[in-house]
């Protein structure tokens, strides 16, 4: 799952070297007439622009980048995870290290890509037609939309990525995490041989952490920590040295509900074994505890 991450980061960042090579973000060399060669449809010389339309011009803006979309036939051909379910719906999956990375539409006409230090630069035009998003950056011409103030650029069939303009609502799109689509994408055991649900009760060892988008695994971290979940709504959990009752916990379906003696309370997900305990309410920081023998391996940790 590093290895996908990684190299999705690697071919958006080749993306932009490639289209940025005749515009600053990655010098090329110059040729002379004779070794130029003729221009492709998707690398079609910049045109002087028009006076941008009223309409179009109600676009301009910064866009910045709030998740991928990925299908699985691209997953599947891409990092050969092996035994993927192709009938799975395209997915917006988060990428928190593309967080920063904008796209700048100028009302002029230009504009401005910056996805990285190492790889940026101008956008020497961009027009809309309806909702479709045309801009050329170096030599290549990018196509997309915006619609409802997200703007989403293809990168390559089955992978695109989505970016939103400020105050832009947002909150119909849920991205998951790669591990969660990784497992959605690995064809499912049929009911007869799938293992039985683990009751809720039980003990629980904190595993690993999740800050951020990031996960280490908890004894590299310096980190222990017990949650006893009894029968009843009730139980104990120690961190560290510290050591504290658990007054009420409840879980519906996969929601999961604890409240702490000194009237603390956090909430999280329950399923097969594992906890995925949000400690701020915010998904900032998860913890992660597991029952004993459960298996952990659907998660990346670094």
């Given at each position: 799952m590093k290895k996908w991450k990684q190299s999705v980061c690697v071919l958006l960042a080749l993306t932009l070297m490639l289209t940025l090579s005749a515009c600053g973000g990655t010098a090329a060399p110059e040729k002379s007439a004779e070794e130029t060669p003729a221009a492709t449809p998707s690398e079609a010389p910049a045109a002087t622009q028009e006076p941008i339309a009223a309409e179009t011009e109600a676009y301009a803006g910064t866009y910045s980048f709030f998740c991928a979309r990925f299908s699985a036939a691209y997953v599947d051909r891409m990092y050969e995870l092996g035994a993927v379910d192709e009938d799975i719906p395209d997915q917006y999956v988060a990428m928190p290290d593309m967080a920063g990375q904008t796209v700048t539409l100028e009302a002029d006409g230009t504009g401005f890509l910056y996805w990285g230090e190492n790889n940026q630069g101008p956008i020497n035009w961009w027009k809309m037609d309806g909702d479709a998003l045309q801009f050329q950056a170096g030599v290549a011409v990018i196509e997309g939309t915006i619609i409802g103030g997200l703007m989403t650029l293809t990168i390559d069939e089955g992978f695109t990525v989505c970016f939103a303009a400020e105050g832009a609502d947002t909150s119909g799109i849920v991205p998951i995490t790669l591990?969660?689509?990784?497992?959605?994408?690995?064809?499912?055991?049929?009911?007869?041989?799938?293992?039985?649900?683990?009751?809720?009760?039980?003990?629980?060892?904190?595993?690993?952490?999740?800050?951020?988008g990031e996960s280490a695994y908890a004894a590299d971290l310096e980190m222990a920590s017990t949650l006893s979940l009894v029968e009843g709504g009730t139980g104990h959990m120690t961190f560290d040295e510290d050591a504290m009752d658990v007054t009420e916990w409840t879980v519906d379906a996969e929601a999961f509900t604890i409240t702490m003696a000194d009237g603390g309370v956090a909430g999280g997900r329950l399923h097969s074994g594992i906890l995925e305990l949000d400690l701020y309410g915010t998904g900032e920081m998860i913890l992660l505890f597991a029952r004993e023998g459960v298996d952990i391996s659907g998660y990346s940790i670094n």
């Open positions: 591990e969660e689509f990784a497992s959605m994408l690995r064809k499912e055991e049929t009911a007869a041989s799938a293992p039985a649900e683990l009751p809720a009760a039980g003990v629980y060892e904190l595993f690993a952490v999740k800050y951020k």
